[in-house]
């Protein structure tokens, strides 16, 4: 085996190094110097000198800082938790339709990758804002407000003018955008996990009597939880690291902390401080995939005992 491993090295060497040049060039020497900055100070407008303090990362404990990590855990946690809501149906229902559909639906999930996000987000724009699809149709049903009273029975809920909803410049707004980007994240591994199931498991739910809300939940959803915990971080990384999506549809009124990065590295032109945001962010990033690991780790040792 020894022997083979040295015929083969050559070859494996041949294709794996310009990708590790590629990831040492441009990834990790980039973070090396981000993670040296970050120690740093400005002593002008244009340079910064490593003195190895540990202010900038004190910075990061300031109550309105914590405040905006808190709101950028929040909003990103809402939308992995929609996403999850909405995407678990859906990949439901693309595992068990007809082999023929399979292609033609996750072609549907996949459509949106093939569009700019920048162009996504400003279609968003168009649709929720005070003069946007959404209040268009609202403000419709509102001038039928007296038929619908009569009809329904609603007439305390019609008044006189109609008020068009904010959902730009809002934490809705913004938790509404980021599930629409990010749902596909949500989907495809959720699709994935149900479609390695055995069905025999939910024949056999059904056939001892348990009904579908009760196979769903005590069955369907344990098998696939390694599945709905990847599609979770797939979906709470990305949403905690976004910029675009808060920058447009917040306004400038719910920043999150990507957007307050990108403040400290092109306007206050403070890149330690910036740098140790940056490097605070992928810390919590590597601690959720360490406890992905745990999880995995634990489930395996479970399942060999």
Known sequence: MMESWRRTLPAFAAFAGPTTLWLLVFFLVPLGIIWVYSFGENISLTEIRTTW??????????????TLF??????????TIICLIVGYPVALVIATAEQKWKPWLLLIIMLPFWTNLLIRTYALLNILGARGRVN???????TQGDALAGLLGMAGLFGERFTPVAFLGTESGVVIGLVYVHLPFAILPLYSALERLDRSYLEASMDLGAGQVRTFFLILVPLTSAGLITAAIITFIPALGSFLT????????VDMIANVIERQ????????????LSLFLLYVTFIILAIRALIDMQAAKGRRA
Do not use: C, H, M
């Not at 303090?53 to 914590?66: D, H, Q």
């Not at 268009?136 to 509102?142: D, K, P, Q």
């Not at 590295?265 to 140790?276: C, R, T, V």
């Open 53 to 66: 303090t540990l202010s900038n990362y004190e910075r990061i404990f300031e109550p309105e800082i914590v």
């Open 70 to 79: 808190w709101r950028t855990l929040r909003l990103a946690g809402a939308a």
């Open 136 to 142: 268009g149709v609202l403000e419709w049903f509102w």
């Open 246 to 253: 808060p920058d447009l549809l917040g306004r400038g009124q």
């Open 265 to 276: 590295f092109k306007k206050a032109n403070d890149w330690p401080f910036g740098s140790a």
